[in-house]
């Protein structure tokens, strides 16, 4: 019977050194479990970084093209008023050349005030410069005899 005994022995070791093996596995795997859950962890917070990143960089590019924008309107207003100055400077040339015109036809003909009198030949004529608000017009009057 002492064999059996032994032999019983050496089986419940053989059992216990089992269910420690399968244990140590068991653990073993829950472990690895772990890791592989705290990896997949640190990959999402790694793509949600790459995420971020490429939003700054997006607001980045598009706060640039904001201020391109802002640059181009400054320019263009500045065009703008640039352009109302010149058609300014060009109608006041104009109205000077016109106010010349009219003085050098008044000196030609004699006329040396507003609504002076002439005489050509058998008519009577009236010259008189009529300064209407900025529009400078010559206007010749004939008078009948």
Not at 45 to 70: F, G, H
Not at 110 to 123: F, H, L, S, Y
């Amino acid at each position: 019977m002492t064999d059996a005994i032994t032999k019983a022995m050496n089986d419940a070791i053989a059992k216990k050194k089992k269910a420690k093996a399968k244990q140590k596995r068991i653990d073993e795997e829950h472990e690895a479990k772990h890791i592989a859950d705290e990896v997949a962890k640190a990959k999402q917070i790694v793509d949600e970084a790459i995420e971020a990143k490429r939003v700054a960089d997006e607001a980045v590019e598009a706060k640039q093209v904001t201020d391109e924008v802002a640059k181009a309107k400054w320019v263009a207003d500045e065009a703008t008023e640039a352009r109302r100055i010149a058609d300014e400077v060009k109608r006041i040339a104009d109205e000077k050349a016109a106010v010349d015109k009219v003085k050098l036809v008044a000196g030609l003909l004699g006329v040396t005030r507003k609504g002076a009198q002439a005489r050509e030949g058998d008519r009577e004529v009236m010259h008189s410069v009529s300064a209407s608000g900025s529009l400078f017009t010559r206007m010749l009057i004939l008078l009948s005899e």
